[in-house]
Structure formats: structure tokens, C-alpha cells
């Protein structure tokens, strides 16, 4: 027996504000001011989170414990999905060598679920800018068979000096904004965030329509510039969803401001929905790219958009180039939507689509 799964809740704590209608309305308000993160002699934008605590432990507890405030009370035996790129690099970086590995790695996410009040099971995704979606996919299914009827899915990305140079080191970072799909596109502002998704058997306001994850063997770096391998994600998720590519009215791109990853995600959205393009957002020019917490940070961000009925503005879009011939949002709607899709496009080959569809 294959159940529907819902949102029953979600929580954010990012460089917009502490909890997803906070970031909702600093969207809508037109808000992407980021800070700024030193490596070395350089510095890059970065939407860092607005603690004061240097001990990064003490940190990392702090974002958990407010994200876990926002849930609400939990049976503790509720099982806990945790999605990130970087785990608690961070907290090593700052201990120093030597530290225990990879005993210690592990020991993170039983530490977040002490921190959550969870002592059921704990699972870990870590597969780059996907894993939010990897860890929905796996509480989904489990949801679905009937095996449990609920799920935390958490994202956690804090910040460190390894991501942040190894992205730098690739002349992937921009100096100045992320700008998607505009001509003067020049690479990723990174951030940090912490959000939770709980996924139930009971229904709620939003499902999980569809979701489906790919991947793209092209390069180590870059998906293929013709997004190929994106559009038949994106046609096996709205296959999952029982829908047709009209059926959707908004996506939320992936679109970070990268010159490459941005083309092959609008020839895939071209080959996809062809002359009937949705309104297309982008939502890292406010929040900045999470990375592993992006597609959990994101989902949150913008179901708070649509349970408010006010779509923000892509920030960052001025210039349309002429090879994507495609733009995000550069006005703000209050349209009433019913189906959105949701596109990630993770570093090292990883894709995911997700489709949200009201219910009832």
C-alpha cells in the first residue's frame, strides 16, 4: 500500500530571519544584503546566521535548539533525517588535528538529535547540494510503505573554512552577488542555514507530489550544458506526481548564479515546458546556497511564500542572456498557487525535483 505523505510542519533559521514566515516576508520586503567571510587575504559575500557565538559547537547547538523550538513538542522515538554537505567540519577545523575520525563524524547527528529531544533512529545523507532532497526522498518512501507514519527531515549547514576554499579554489565564488541567469553571472554566494521539514501519514495543508533523484556522470564539477539528464529528472517527477508539465505553475530554480549550471537548467526547463514556461524564482539571491540544507531551507521558504500568497521578486536578475533566453520573477505576485516544482542541481553529478501540491 503506497500512503500520501504531508507537510504537516516546517521550520528555518537562516541569514533572512528565525522562522519561515519571518523569511517569507524579508523576501517578499526585497531582502538579500549578505555579509562577508574572510579566507585569507580574500573575502567573499556570505549569508551567514545571526549568532554571536564563536565556539562552534556551542553554535551549532544554538541554530538546532531554535529550529527544534519552531517544531514543536515530538515524540522523541520520531526518526530523524539529517541532510548536509559539511556535518560538523567546522567544529574540527576549530579543535585542530588530531580528531577522531570517523567515530566522530557520526557521533554529529547523535548530538543533534539530543539537542532535538529525538532518540529514535538517525539517519545521515550527505550527496552535496541534493541531500535535502535525498533524505525527503528516503522519509517519504518509508512514510508511503506504511513502515512509519512520521519523520523530521533536517538540513544543517554551518559554516567552514574547508567548503568555503575548496569552492574558492575553483573560482566558483562570486565576489559580489549571486545573480541568476543574468548575463553577469560570475559564480555562487554560499550561506549557512538550519531548517526541518516533519513529513506525516495525516493530512495537512501541502504533499509531496512527486520527487525523484538523478544523476549527471557528464563532469565532476557541471551537469551537461545541453540538461539532458535534468529534463528526464524533472519528466520522472512529474510522472511520479501523475502530472503533465502544464499542470505547474511556479518553479522554484535551482539557479545560483552559476554560468554553467544555469545555462544547462534552462535548456532543460526549455525542453521540458517548451513555450508554456511557469513563472520561474530563485530563492539563493535572499538566502544565499546552503548547500546540503538548501533544498530543506528552500522548501520551507517558499511554502511560507504560498501559504501567504506573496511571491518575492528574484533579487540579483537584471540582464537576460540571450543564450538562456529565460528570467526569473522580477516582480513580486500574489497569485494563488497550487502545484510548484522545486529543482536542485547538486555539485559532483547530483539532481533532484520535487513537486508540492496543495491538498483538499
Known amino acids: 500500500m503506497t500512503r500520501p505523505v504531508f507537510i504537516a510542519k516546517t521550520a528555518l533559521f537562516c541569514a533572512r530571519g528565525d522562522s519561515p514566515a519571518t523569511v517569507a516576508s524579508a523576501l517578499w520586503n526585497g531582502e538579500c544584503s549578505a555579509g562577508q567571510r574572510k579566507l585569507g587575504e580574500r573575502a567573499f559575500p556570505y549569508f551567514g546566521l545571526p549568532?554571536?557565538?564563536?565556539?562552534?559547537?556551542?553554535?551549532?547547538e544554538q541554530a538546532l535548539r531554535q529550529v527544534a523550538g519552531q517544531l514543536g513538542p515530538l515524540p522523541p522515538e520520531t526518526p530523524l533525517f539529517i541532510a548536509s554537505s559539511s556535518f560538523q567540519i567546522g567544529h574540527f577545523?576549530?579543535?585542530?588535528?588530531?580528531?577522531?575520525?570517523?567515530?566522530?563524524?557520526?557521533?554529529?547527528?547523535?548530538?543533534?538529535?539530543?539537542?532535538?529531544?529525538?532518540?529514535?533512529?538517525?539517519?545521515?545523507?550527505?550527496n552535496a547540494c541534493i541531500s535535502g532532497f535525498s533524505a525527503l526522498d528516503a522519509a517519504r518512501s518509508l512514510i508511503a510503505a506504511g513502515l512509519i507514519d512520521d519523520a523530521i527531515v533536517l538540513g544543517v549547514e554551518l559554516a567552514n573554512d574547508?567548503?568555503?576554499?575548496?569552492?574558492?579554489?575553483?573560482?566558483?565564488?562570486?565576489?559580489?552577488?549571486g545573480r541568476p541567469f543574468d548575463a553577469r553571472r560570475d559564480g555562487l554566494v554560499l550561506g549557512e542555514a538550519v531548517?526541518?521539514?516533519?513529513?506525516?501519514?495525516?493530512?495537512a495543508t501541502w504533499r509531496i507530489a512527486g520527487l525523484r533523484t538523478g544523476?549527471?556522470?557528464?563532469?565532476?564539477?557541471?551537469?551537461?550544458?545541453d540538461g539532458s539528464r535534468i529534463?528526464?529528472?524533472?519528466?520522472?517527477?512529474?510522472?511520479?506526481?501523475?502530472?503533465?508539465?502544464?499542470?505547474?505553475?511556479?518553479?522554484?530554480?535551482?539557479?545560483?548564479?552559476?554560468?554553467?549550471?544555469?545555462?544547462?537548467?534552462?535548456?532543460?526547463?526549455?525542453?521540458?515546458?517548451?513555450?508554456?514556461?511557469?513563472?520561474l524564482i530563485s530563492l539563493k539571491p535572499g538566502l544565499g546556497h546552503t548547500l546540503g540544507a538548501s533544498g530543506v531551507a528552500e522548501l520551507a521558504a517558499l511554502l511560507a511564500c504560498l501559504d501567504a500568497d506573496k511571491i518575492p521578486a528574484t533579487a540579483g536578475f537584471s540582464k537576460v542572456d540571450p543564450e538562456i533566453a529565460l528570467f526569473p520573477m522580477v516582480e513580486r505576485s500574489t497569485e494563488h498557487i497550487e502545484r510548484a516544482l522545486l529543482n536542485l542541481i547538486g555539485f559532483g553529478g547530483g539532481l533532484a525535483s520535487l513537486i508540492v501540491e496543495r491538498h483538499g
Open 51 to 60: 549568532l554571536d557565538e564563536a565556539n562552534w559547537i556551542v553554535r551549532a
Open 93 to 126: 577545523e576549530q579543535l585542530g588535528a588530531p580528531f577522531d575520525l570517523p567515530l566522530a563524524t557520526a557521533s554529529f547527528s547523535q548530538k543533534i538529535g539530543e539537542w532535538m529531544g529525538l532518540n529514535g533512529a538517525k539517519y545521515s545523507f550527505s
Open 162 to 177: 574547508s567548503t568555503l576554499a575548496g569552492f574558492a579554489a575553483m573560482e566558483l565564488l562570486s565576489r559580489t552577488a
Open 195 to 203: 531548517a526541518a521539514v516533519h513529513l506525516s501519514a495525516k493530512p
Open 215 to 225: 544523476l549527471d556522470g557528464y563532469s565532476t564539477t557541471g551537469p551537461n550544458p
Open 231 to 279: 529534463a528526464d529528472v524533472t519528466v520522472n517527477c512529474l510522472n511520479d506526481a501523475n502530472l503533465k508539465a502544464t499542470d505547474i505553475e511556479l518553479i522554484k530554480l535551482q539557479a545560483a548564479g552559476s554560468p554553467a549550471t544555469d545555462l544547462a537548467e534552462a535548456n532543460a526547463l526549455r525542453s521540458v515546458f517548451g513555450q508554456r514556461m511557469p513563472p
